[in-house]
């Protein structure tokens, strides 16, 4: 049973440290999602990545935050410094796309951030 | 102004009866695709259903139906012979294929909080 696994599910940390958030995608998916929920904002769409390559993260502050794939197995999301706003939980998903057709995208479970 | 409006911020259907989940899209590109997502109070985001706008029949996955509705730009999900495991935030969200320049990533709806009464 193919899972996107995500490390770790719960974080607790103070302002102004670093965040590593760590996601597995499901083998044989070529596209990485991070989306982050909240209550006022609900999901949104932080960075993506296609075959390692990211394609968009518009979505994500750059000035503290940082998306990558270092390998087909791994993708990573960092935040650096840390802000009590960032509290939030950020979803990892993985996804198949082929030319111009995209399928379904599995979530894994959420890394719960909570920055005091 | 929002892509995917779903109206309904909560729900009530009594365990076995059928409940209709509303949701509306706006986008102007002619390919695309619209998915269910269900997030159980455990946090997880299941998928449900996917409907493409060029299928012709709407899409059902066991208990799971979408209203396709192209016209109206609706995609409403039908929870057929509800269970109480079924209680649950409910998210319609979209993925444009060809404009937009943020081919592959879903757009997502507020949510509807569905309650199953026994």
């Known amino acids: 049973d193919a899972r996107v696994t995500q490390t770790p599910r719960h974080k607790v940390t103070e302002m102004g440290q670093e965040v590593t958030m760590r996601c597995q995608p499901i083998?044989?998916?070529?596209?990485v999602f991070w989306y982050r929920q909240t209550m006022m904002q609900g999901l949104e769409l932080l960075a993506y990545?296609?075959?390692?390559?990211?394609?968009?993260d518009s979505g994500m502050p750059k000035d503290r935050f940082s998306a990558e794939m270092p390998d087909a197995t791994l993708a990573t999301l960092k935040i650096q410094p840390s802000e009590p706003r960032d509290s939030a939980v950020y979803f990892c998903?993985?996804?198949?796309?082929?030319?111009?057709?995209?399928?379904?995208?599995?979530f894994g479970p959420g890394t719960r951030l909570t920055v005091t | 102004a929002q892509k995917i409006t779903q109206t309904q911020p909560g729900m009530f259907v009594q365990e076995k009866e059928a409940v209709t989940l509303d949701c509306t899209y706006d986008?102007?590109?002619?390919?695309?695709?619209l998915f269910w997502y269900k997030q159980p109070s455990s946090g997880e985001m299941i998928f449900l259903i996917y409907?493409?706008?060029?299928?012709?029949q709407n899409a059902t996955e066991g208990r799971y139906s979408l209203n396709f509705q192209k016209a109206r730009k609706s995609a409403n999900l039908v929870i057929s012979a509800s269970q109480l495991g079924d209680s649950a935030m409910y998210f319609c969200?979209?993925?444009?294929?060809?404009?937009?320049?943020?081919?592959?990533?879903?757009?997502f709806g507020k949510g509807t909080k569905l309650s199953v009464k026994p």
């Open positions: 998903a993985s996804g198949l796309t082929t030319g111009s057709s995209s399928y379904e995208q599995y």
């Open positions: 083998l044989g998916h070529n596209t």
């Open positions: 990545f296609r075959n390692r390559a990211p394609l968009d």
């Open positions: 986008t102007s590109d002619p390919s695309y695709g």
């Open positions: 409907q493409g706008s060029y299928d012709q």
């Open positions: 969200a979209m993925r444009e294929l060809n404009y937009g320049g943020s081919q592959g990533n879903l757009i």
